[in-house]
Every structure is written in C-alpha cells, then in structure tokens.
C-alpha cells in the first residue's frame, strides 16, 4: 500500500506551515535524504527530505498553499511493484491522528510535593556517657575525611593546594603524609575543569572530595555541579550517579569583601538532586562529613572560615556519624523558636542567653543540614513556642529563613502568634571597611530585637 | 613522542578536509569488517532519517540533533575500543549510542519520551545513557563533557586497569574554556582519555573560520604537550587507522591523544534549522563524492567483497530495525507519573549495583 508523506513539524513549535515548492513530481523516484519540497515555517523555509525509497504517485497537496496542518498527508510515495492506480484507496485513509496530547495524563501530580511532617527525630546523637575530648572544626573535619578514606579507597581529595601546602586553610593538614599523592591531589586553579574531572570520576566509580579554596570560586564551577552531578541520576533514568562532596569554606570570612564573602546556602538548597551541609560544630562537622562521604548522592558540603579555630565537644567513638535531615536542639525553651544553621549558631545562641537574662525562653534549633531539611523538627517547635526567628548571614530575598517561614505558614498557620522574622545579611555586596562589614552581617542585636517584636516585649 | 601532522595554513573548506590523513590506498581489511562497518554506519543513517520523521509527525519533540554524515567518526572509533573502555559525547549522541551497541528500540522509545527509553523518558534526545555499556550521555551543556570524559578516564587510571575514555566534542565545544582546563589537567596527569574533535564545520550556524582563530584545532594541544592529529572523518578505514594508534597510546599510559575528525553533517544543526549559512551545493557535493556510507559501498563492490544483493539485504536487515525501533518507540507507554518523583536521589551508588 502507498505510503502517505505527512507534513512535517519542523520545529518544537510549529503547528502549520505553507508548502513553499516541490522539488519532486509525480512519478519521480526518490531514496532517504533526497530533498522532496521546501516548507516555510514562521521562523524560516526548510528543506524536507525523504525517509523511504519509492516513486511520488500523487501529490495531494498543491505548492503555494498556506496554513498546511502538520501530520496533514501532502503526497503518495508508492514501493517497488505498486501502481498509481493504487492511490485511490489509499488515499481515503484517513491520516493518522497528530500525537495525542491528551496522552500526557491530565492528572497534575501533586503540585508542589507537600513536605511530609514526620514526626521529629528527636534521638541523641551519641549514647548517653560517651566520653568527650576538645577538637576544633578544622581538626574534626580532617578527621571525618580521613577516618573515610582508610575505610574506603575509593576516596580521594583534590583541590588547590589541599596537599603540599596543607591545605590553604589547613583542613587537608597531614593528609598527604597518610595519603600520598594519589589521593591527595593537588590542581592547577581551575575550579571548573577540576570539579568536572570530579564529577567524571564520580561516574567511574570512584568518591571524590573536591575542595574549593571558597565557595566563591565555585561559581567557576557551579555548572558541573548543578548540570552534571545534581541532574545526572535522573536525566540517566537511575542508571548513574555522582556520589561526592564538594566542600569549602562559605560565606563571609573577615574584611575579604565582597567577591570572597557570599553564603551559598540559599543558591544550593534550591537543586533537587544536590544534598546541602552547613554544620555549626565540631562534631557535627565531623559526623555530618562522614556521612556526606558516604552518600550516594552528591553533597554540598559549607564550611566557615571563622568556624574552623572554635572548638567543640566531640563524641571519642569509634564511627561517629550524624544523619542528614536531623536538626539539633541547642537549647530548649518555650517562647520562641530560633532556627539558624552554621555560623549563623553563634548569633542565635548569643541571643538566647541574652534574651535568657530578661526572662525569654528561647529555643535553639541547628538545622545542620539545609537540604534534606528537617522542617517537622521547625513545626513541632512552632507549636510549642508559637512563634519563629531564622537566623542566617546571606542575603534576605530568597533566603532559607524565607523557606522556612513558608513552610510554617502551610504546615502550622494557626499556631503562630505573631509573623514569623528572617534575620539575615544586609542586601549589599559585602563592603571591606571594618565598621561596615560589621554591619552588613546580621548581629546577635537584631536577632533579639526580633525575638522581642515576635514576643510583643 | 610527539606525532605532529604538519598544519595546512587557511581556511576550513572541502580541500582541507581532502587534506588531511588518508587511509592506505589498498586497506588491509576484511569483507566482513567491510561489512560491519557499512551496516552499523547505515544503521546509524537510517535510525536517523526515521528520527527526523518522527520528529515531523510530532512524536519527537524538543531538540533533536541528527548525525547523518558524520558516521564514520563513530563506526571506525567504536572499531577499536575493548570491553571496559568508556564514551561520552555531547548532545548531538544518537549515533554513538547505536554504534557502542546501546539498542536502537531503547534509544528511540527515549526520544518519543516513553517508558522503555533508556532513561524511562526522563531524559530525551540530548541526555541518555547506558551502564552496561559505559555510555556516560548525551549532554546538553556544550563542553561539559570534556572534564567529565577526562574524570572518568581518571577513575580508570586510579584503579590501574588500561581502559581508554573517547571524549567526544565539536569543533564549537573545542572554544569553551573547561577544554583546555581538561587539557592541562590530562596532560599533566597522563590520563587514559582520547580527545575525539568533531569537526562538522559548523558551530551550529558558526563556520569554523568565523568562530576559531586555529585553523587545525587538535594543534591547541601542543601547548600542553598532547599529540595528536587531524583525520580524514568520511573515510572509516582511516577514522579506524588513527583510533587505533591514539587508542595503543592511551592504553600503554602515555596519557591523553587528540583526534580532530573532519566530518560534516548534512541536516542542519537541528531539526529547526534551515541552514542559511551553507549553500545546498556545499551539502550536495559532499554527499555526492565523500559520503562515508557511499565509499565503503563502493570499496565493497569493487572488491567483490560483497553483491548488489547482499548489500541490498543489509537495507533490508536495516530497514526493519529502524521501523520496528519506530513501532516500538510509538506503542511503549508515557512513564507512569510517579515517575516524575524517581531518581532524584540514591540509596546507593547505582554503577556499582
């Protein structure tokens, strides 16, 4: 039977278009790729080439005509051994029908997939009577790399001075001793290239660590880490993956200005596929970097600079990890919730022991991680207090604290006595003068400033 | 051990790609790889006439790259890799998906979006992959996938096996600056990573002349001490000859090779561009005296390697798989809707499950 040529779509868009010319007539043979007539679109005139061999029997539509619908048949192509006198009945067939769009289900999913609200995980994160020692963040984070690379030989770290030179802030310190250069890689300064091999590596089976000196420089990189290792388990239909963290300091430091001061947890927290760290102590920043590493999935992993010399209590276990989604409850109170994460902890908690002392009992909540987050930890902390502060030092217009508040106002609209306040960082690029940097960072003043306007003090 | 070509000066034109390597004048290869390789380029070809179709009647949707003409490029490369080894390339990939064996039923049910496509449909024309066949995508960003293929190649060094990585790119990904970021870092780290330039002329509607200061652009690697050469990419006996060398290169440990293969595609850059930038003669005289599927056909029959009617047996073997891919790719289902919620995030690594 003849085979029907369908007017094409020629683009994403197009719905119909003018037969411009024909460049075959009836009775012509034509093979694959011979061209068979230009079509004019709105956007251009294209060529149509042929598909199948055969001779043109008839031409059902005439050149010059306009608005010709797509999938509408506009000639005859006959096979070896058919006759035009076939045409006729071939002709009354129907065309076939245009791709059905009503196939994609009308069924919307579920809008924005409400966040389930567990109940809060509430379990401590070491037994009780574990001993305890003194460890700064630096130290436990070189600890919870290199507890995970003499378990795992897959792992290995690469970044800008992470090996001869210890690092540039000393995180790596000693690693290259214990490592060797095979895993312990120094780069060239060339964060996009580096974090692609990274992300490559991750894809050949191995647990990569990159290091970005800061998380400023990572805009350089922000591609690969979004495209190519957020994007890829999925866009390969669950086939492959990029188990890896991408970690460094972020956020601000001290009178670096502004292209070395911006805090990306707001940008990150956004990428379905990425998971995204900010831990405030020591042994969050150890348990949290060993599961981080662990993951199969790739982690955004965000220090800070000023952290890294605070020390902490660190649990002396063998294997301490920290889940991911399970915020930390500093402290607990009973007229407010302050949420922080990060350095942002050191102004929540000053607050609180501040706001202590006029009689407002503040509860502390460390997210720990931003992505997975662990909002039924903010709810039932809400219900309690009734009211919420965030606390964080990147900017205000689309910042976590603005999730946050969302989430509260879908999920426990009708336990909040008052507005729910975002402290965060002024919406400037961050100045180098002293007294203005001060002030471009939030400050432990308007958190309990905030704190009182939500309690009505 | 350097193995510079010497660089015509001038610009891209037919000529130089007359110009550049070609394979001996009397090869030494058998009928049968003849064949294979007649087959596999013209599976390729017509998997792609039958994808533009489909396109047309709106059952492909989106972007869609075609790769008629260059065929040869991944036919003769494929000829030459080992189990183990690994391909990655950019968004232009349906080609090389068919010629590492990936099923063409799986490719073509991804383009129309369906469940049995290779990634449930979540991935389309320009982002597929295989784990069974080391196919790391089809991707969108234009020179992404450089540092990638380098990082795979990476991870082969760093387990001590001798796998090859074909990073695939073109002559418009060529300008993008994580290229010779990779570069520094292959060369500097000798990695197992074959850098495949292909050269169709065109950056999309961009001629090579107006977009490129280097007229040979696989000479950007001498700045890193990467040898390499240009190939003559219309000819699969000589695409075959150079992949074997860059291949013996990488796998001894000698680090990275470049290989820039000048090709050409004969439909625009997509499947919605009229191709203003070239004139139809400039297609048709390519067509006409160096199709890739056209010389080995002649080279067959010549030979007596093969009758009018075993080629034409071949067709037919070609042409059903191609429309019962298209059969396939129109009655497998949409993906279920819960998909939209899958492989987002993994409980564990899936290339090692």
Known sequence: ?457 | MLNYLPGAAGVMTEDRLMATKKSAKTPNVSADELKSYYRDMLLIRRFEEKAGQLYGMGLIGGFCHLYIGQEAVVVGLEATAKEGDSRITTYRDHGHMLACGMDPNGVMAELTGREDGYSKGKGGSMHMFSKEKRFYGGHGIVGANVPLGAGIAFADKYKGNDNVTFTYFGDGAANQGQVYETFNMAALWDLPVIFVIENNQYAMGTSQQRSTSSAEIWERGKAFGIPGEAVDGMDVLAVKAAGEKAVAHCRSGEGPYILEIKTYRYRGHSMSDPAKYRTREEVQKMRDERDPIEQVRKLLLTGDHATEDDLKSIDKEIKKIVNDSAEFAKNSPEPALEELWTDIYATEVPQEA
């Open chain 1, 1 to 457: 039977m003849a085979t029907e040529i369908l007017m094409p779509a020629l683009s994403p868009t197009m719905e119909e278009g003018t037969l411009a010319k024909w460049l075959v007539k009836e009775g012509d043979t034509v093979a694959s790729g011979d061209i068979m007539a230009e079509i004019e679109t709105d956007k251009a005139t294209m060529e149509f080439e042929a598909v199948d061999e055969g001779t043109i029997g008839k031409i059902l539509v005439a050149e010059g005509t306009e608005g010709v619908k797509v999938n509408t048949p506009i000639a005859l192509l006959l096979e070896e051994g058919e006759s035009a006198d076939d045409i006729d009945t071939a002709a009354s067939a129907s065309a076939p029908a245009p791709a059905d769009k009503a196939q994609s289900s009308e069924t919307a999913p579920a809008a924005a997939k409400a966040h389930p609200t567990p109940a809060a995980d509430v379990t401590p994160d070491w037994p009780e009577g574990t001993k305890m020692k003194q460890q700064t963040v630096r130290e436990a984070l070189r600890d919870g790399m290199a507890e995970e690379m003499r378990r795992d030989d897959s792992v290995f770290l690469m970044g800008e001075e992470v090996a001869e030179y210890q690092g540039a802030y000393k995180i790596s310190q000693g690693m290259l001793d214990e490592f060797g250069p095979k895993r312990v890689i120094d780069t060239p300064i060339t964060e996009h290239g580096f974090a692609g091999i990274g992300v490559g590596a991750a894809f050949g089976g191995l647990r990569p660590i990159v290091e970005f000196m800061t998380w400023n420089f990572a805009m350089q990189a922000i591609d690969q880490i979004l495209n190519s290792a957020a994007k890829t388990l999925y866009m390969s239909g669950g086939q492959m993956g990029a188990p890896m963290v991408f970690r460094g300091p972020n956020g601000a430091a001290a009178r670096v200005g502004a292209q070395h001061s911006q805090d990306y947890a707001a940008w990150y927290m956004q990428v379905p596929g990425l998971k995204v760290v900010m831990p405030y102590s020591a042994s969050d920043a150890k348990g949290l970097m060993k599961t981080a590493i662990r993951d199969p999935n790739p982690v955004v992993f965000l220090e800070n600079e000023i952290l890294y010399g605070r020390t902490f209590d660190v649990p002396d276990m063998d294997d301490f990890t920290v889940p991911f989604g399970k915020a930390r409850i500093w402290r607990e109170g009973t007229d407010v919730t302050i949420v922080s994460f990060g350095i942002g902890m050191t102004y929540a908690l000053e607050a609180a022991e501040k706001l202590a002392e006029d009689g407002i009992s503040a509860e502390v909540l460390d997210l720990r991680t931003i992505r997975p987050m662990d909002t039924a930890a903010i709810i039932r902390s809400v219900q309690k207090t009734n009211r919420c502060v965030t606390v964080e030092e990147g900017w205000p217009q689309g910042s976590v604290g603005n999730y946050i508040s969302s989430v509260i106002m879908q999920e426990a609209f009708d336990y909040l006595d008052a507005p729910v306040i975002n402290c965060t960082g002024k919406d400037v690029p961050m100045p180098y003068a002293a007294n203005l940097e001060k002030h471009a960072l939030v400050t432990t003043a308007e958190v309990i400033e905030a704190v009182k306007q939500v309690t009505y003090r």
